[in-house]
């Protein structure tokens, strides 16, 4: 079942502006991770960040996790027109289940 | 390392035919695998947990009879969407998750398969 809930469901960037998407979850987790899903394409795995971690960085994206409101973020920084996907969050609550948030769609236009 | 390769990747059928997706991990062994479904502009739903040489396991809502998942090796998974109907038509992602002892239970997702039942 879906757990996570992710805001904006849009976003609308002009290029070389930043992202921010957010993502609250109900239940205990053992890590939370990020997908981007370009339309009609697979899902590719951006960053997992582990319950006992605060945040992380991978390149322009940046994630930070805060169990105690049960919720994450996501900031892709200096945003290109190739990152217009639809971003997801998802959590492991240390069953190999993973539940996906409704995700964002983000567009950054040129 | 930890490809997952869909097969077919679109398909198109008709209306009481029976459709076989293959999911392969193609360089680890999926000790694990998952299938999902997702309607347009919508989120990933897990249909399915498949651990190979045992049967499926189901989620609540999921009807066994009408997705039979089979996972008879270390790399391949296979659901079949029999009797297909029109309301079947959607994207369906297999992921994998191996053996290789990760603390993380990291999965890796296979491209897709667009099915639509005509």
């Known amino acids: 079942s879906q757990q996570g809930e992710e805001d904006p469901q849009a976003l609308s960037i002009q290029e070389g502006e930043n992202a921010t998407m957010n993502c609250s979850y109900k239940?205990?987790?053992?890590?939370l991770q990020w997908y981007r899903q370009n339309s009609g394409r697979g899902l590719v795995h951006l960053i997992l960040?582990?319950?006992?971690?605060r945040e992380k960085h991978s390149g322009r994206l940046r994630v930070t996790l805060d169990t105690s409101k049960k919720s994450s973020s996501l900031l892709i920084t200096a945003s290109r027109a190739a990152d217009t996907a639809s971003y997801f969050c998802?959590?492991?609550?240390?069953?190999?289940?993973?539940?996906f948030g409704a995700g964002t769609t983000v567009t950054v236009r040129a | 390392g930890a490809v997952v390769s869909q097969h077919p990747s679109r398909v198109i059928c008709k209306s009481g035919t029976s459709v076989k997706i293959e999911c392969r991990s193609l360089?680890?062994?999926?000790?694990?695998m998952f299938w999902y479904r997702q309607f347009p502009k919508k989120s990933l739903m897990l249909m399915a947990t498949?651990?190979?040489?045992?049967?499926?396991?189901?989620e609540q809502g999921v009807e066994k009879d009408k997705f039979l998942i089979n996972h008879a090796s270390l790399t391949l998974s296979t659901l079949t969407v029999t009797s297909a109907h029109p309301e079947d038509s959607s994207f369906y992602i297999c992921?994998?998750?191996?053996?290789?002892?990760?603390?993380?239970?990291?999965?890796?997702f296979g491209p897709g398969t667009r099915l639509t039942v005509l």
């Open positions: 992921s994998a998750a191996g053996t290789s002892g990760r603390a993380d239970n990291e999965q890796f």
């Open positions: 239940t205990s987790i053992n890590n």
């Open positions: 960040i582990r319950s006992n971690e």
């Open positions: 998802a959590t492991d609550a240390n069953d190999y289940k993973l539940s």
């Open positions: 360089d680890f062994q999926a000790t694990t």
């Open positions: 498949s651990n190979e040489g045992s049967k499926a396991t189901y």
